[in-house]
């Protein structure tokens, strides 16, 4: 069993940066290919990044390729997604997700999902 514990959450300016964690408790975390996710009201969850175990190959959705950045530390079980030049269309839940396959941006192909943390941005 994998449990995902997001942090880093809050409320920013607009073209501010911001810096979400999730940490993950099992020992075998460097070999789950890592995601995140989020969802705002009204819509679907929709994919942000995704990062392999091996290697540390990384894909972005349009929306966040140049301003956001997946990284993972498997040394501390945690992988991180640095949000910079933040957009109020950046509002939403953001939820990590641990089990995709390689660089999957299909959120059925995660096993395991933290609890989100809420990142609103103001304009």
């Known amino acids: 069993q994998v449990q995902l514990v997001e942090s880093g959450g809050g409320l920013v300016q607009a073209g501010g940066p911001l810096r979400l964690s999730c940490a993950a408790s099992?020992?075998?975390?460097?070999?789950?290919?890592m995601g995140w996710f989020r969802q705002s009201p009204g819509k679907e969850r929709e994919f942000v990044a995704a990062?392999?175990?091996?290697?540390?190959?990384?894909s972005y959705a349009d929306s966040v390729k140049g301003r956001f950045t997946i990284s993972r530390d498997n040394a501390k079980n945690t992988v991180y997604l640095q949000m910079n030049s933040l957009k109020p269309e950046d509002t939403a839940v953001y939820y990590c997700?641990?089990?995709?396959?390689?660089?999957?941006?299909?959120?059925?192909?995660?096993?395991?999902w933290g609890q989100g943390t809420q990142v609103t941005v103001s304009s």
């Open positions: 997700a641990a089990g995709g396959l390689g660089l999957s941006p299909n959120d059925r192909q995660y096993d395991y």
């Open positions: 099992v020992r075998t975390f460097s070999t789950y290919d």
């Open positions: 990062v392999t175990w091996t290697v540390g190959y990384t």
